[in-house]
Nanobody, 118 residues
Framework: QVQLVESGGGLVQPGGSLRLSCAAS????????MGWYRQAPGKQRELVAA???????TYADSVKGRFTISGDNIKNTVYLQMNSLKPEDTAVYYC????????????WGQGTQVTVSS
């Protein structure tokens, strides 16, 4: 089992910044992918950004150039630095972990609300 604890959400004005953190604990395999997904009201959950334990990152087109994902393999923690936030970034953000082991499960955090509004 893997437990994910998220922090860092909140209310911010358009153009502002927030930093999300997600700490993983439990049965962590050294090779994994951790990422952030978001779900806005009435919409499907979508991938925002993900990073592998080797440091390779991928981003949704809508956040490229504004968001940066990074990981700390010693702390098993992933961060999402969000700059130039827009109202359309408003959503519940969920942390996700999946090991590289065949047949492994996805694990999800409880979600943290990000609201971008003036």
């Amino acid at each position: 089992q893997v437990q994910l604890v998220e922090s860092g959400g909140g209310l911010v004005q358009p153009g502002g910044s927030l930093r999300l953190s997600c700490a993983a604990s439990g049965s962590i395999f050294r090779l994994y992918v951790m990422g952030w997904y978001r779900q806005a009201p009435g919409k499907q959950r979508e991938l925002v950004a993900a990073v592998t334990s080797g440091g390779s990152a991928t981003y949704a087109d809508s956040v490229k150039g504004r968001f940066t994902i990074s990981g700390d393999n010693i702390k098993n923690t992933v961060y999402l630095q969000m700059n130039s936030l827009k109202p359309e970034d408003t959503a519940v953000y969920y942390c996700n972990y999946k090991s590289a082991l065949p047949g492994s499960n996805h694990y999800w955090g409880q979600g943290t609300q990000v609201t971008v509004s003036s």
